[in-house]
T-cell receptor
Framework: ETGVTQSPTHLIKTRGQQVTLRCSSQ?????VSWYQQALGQGPQFIFQ???????GRGNFPPRFSGLQFPNYSSELNVNALELDDSALYLC????????????FGQGTRLTVV | GDSVTQMEGPVTLSEEACLTI???????????LFWYVQYPGEGLQLLLK?????DKGSNKGFEATYRKETTSFHLEKGSVQVSDSAVYFC???????????FGKGTMLLVSP
């Protein structure tokens, strides 16, 4: 059973650029959620994908978008990067019904300069 | 909206000391409550959970009891080890495990 893997582990982007982060869900999981964790803060929910559709969204602007693929892997895209987008981005996978644990990846550390 | 408040850290303890990390929450419904742990350079791991009032979650010597009357879910351990040094996050969910509202985290530092 493979765990949740995210790529890349680190990257540096310039303000105004676009970035794509990737997540492979744990084997068998059909739901992926993305979180942003700013330095010294708790993770904040960005959105969730189930069956390739967005299934809930937190308080993030439309320049944060995502995709889920038929194999349940997922991408997080951020356009027009701002300095405040610098954070650890965490992906979590789970089954889509209540009472299933969400397993987290190690995250992608994004630095915007 | 939902929110979680936990005590600020760092909490600094000697090995074998008792630990309490306070957590209180605000939610409109009857949420499930969780403690996650984050070791340096790693993602989040579920430590324990409770899904209804008066439930006690436990794992690896850690315990927390879901107290609806005080809207609290304090994390406790009777004897901490150096390997317990990490950041601990209290969280809640109104809709299953995967849509979580987290507190800001409490860093625990345990010295030999």
């Amino acid at each position: 059973e493979t765990g949740v893997t995210q790529s890349p582990t680190h990257l540096i982007k310039t303000r105004g650029q676009q970035v794509t982060l990737r997540c492979s869900s744990q084997s068998g999981h059909n739901t992926v959620s993305w979180y942003q964790q700013a330095l010294g803060q708790g993770p904040q929910f960005i959105f969730q994908y189930y069956r390739e559709e967005e299934n809930g969204r937190g308080n993030f602007p439309p320049r944060f978008s995502g995709l889920q693929f038929p194999n349940y892997s997922s991408e997080l895209n951020v356009n027009a990067l701002e300095l405040d987008d610098s954070a650890l981005y965490l992906c979590a996978s789970s089954f889509y019904y209540p009472d299933t644990e969400a397993f987290f990846g190690q995250g992608t550390r994004l630095t915007v300069v | 909206g939902d929110s979680v408040t936990q005590m600020e850290g760092p909490v600094t303890l000697s090995e074998e000391a008792c630990l309490t990390i306070n957590c209180t929450y605000t939610a409109t419904g009857y949420p499930s409550l969780f403690w996650y742990v984050q070791y340096p350079g790693e993602g989040l791991q579920l430590l324990l959970k409770a899904t209804k009032a008066d439930d006690k979650g436990s794992n690896k010597g850690f315990e927390a009891t879901y107290r609806k009357e005080t809207t609290s879910f304090h994390l406790e351990k009777g004897s901490v080890q150096v390997s317990d040094s990490a950041v601990y996050f209290c969280a809640l969910s109104d809709s299953g495990y995967s849509t979580l509202t987290f507190g800001k985290g409490t860093m625990l530092l345990v010295s030999p």
